[in-house]
């Protein structure tokens, strides 16, 4: 089991991974970044970036370097290889935006709210990661969303997204 962690030093947005072991045989957990060894197309240096992990892939969508974007990368943690998935994608990709919820359940990501650099968002979107198919699924959730946020926690426990503050 490793857990990685998209870096941020030098008060710049650096597009460094960095890994750390959590299983260990010593009981160490050692960093083991920054990893020159990934290959493919990592994304622009950026920072206020979730990640939300399926199985062995790691996702990126959005973020912010000195404008907000709304692309969207796959780390394959196997291979240790970026894709960008930008340029796969249909449907109506979310508006740009960074500080925002990341979450996956089964063959889906949920993004929700976040900073679009002028306004607070509370919209929900998702990605089928089998078709590579973007939905706003804004309007199909029953009740009223919550107040537009971002910078919030955001996690899934037993089917659930729970988010927190923002």
């Excluded at 597009?15 to 197309?41: D, E, H, T, Y």
């Excluded at 950026?46 to 969508?61: K, V």
């Excluded at 370097?65 to 249909?90: C, G, H, M, P, Q």
Aim: with cysteine; aromatic share 14%.
């Amino acid at each position: 089991l490793r857990m990685k962690i998209d870096g941020i030093h030098e008060a710049m947005h650096k597009c460094i991974l960095f890994v750390l072991a959590l299983a260990n045989a010593a009981k160490q957990r050692p960093w083991l970044g920054p990893n020159n060894m990934v290959s493919g197309s990592p994304p622009s240096p950026r920072g206020y970036t979730p990640l939300a992990r399926y199985g062995e892939e790691i996702y990126l969508f959005g973020g912010y370097n000195a404008a907000d974007s709304n692309d969207i990368f796959k780390f394959d943690a196997e291979n240790l290889s970026w894709t960008d998935l930008t340029t796969y994608v249909r449907g109506d990709a979310p508006r740009i935006r960074d500080s925002h919820g990341l979450g996956q359940f089964n063959e889906t990501l949920f993004v929700f709210g976040g900073w679009s650099g002028i306004v607070g968002l509370n919209d929900l979107h998702t990605l089928d990661l089998a078709s590579l198919t973007w939905f706003d699924v804004t309007a199909s959730i029953r009740g009223a969303p919550p107040l537009p946020r971002y910078g919030m926690g955001f996690t899934l426990c037993r089917n659930i997204f729970f988010g927190f503050g923002g």
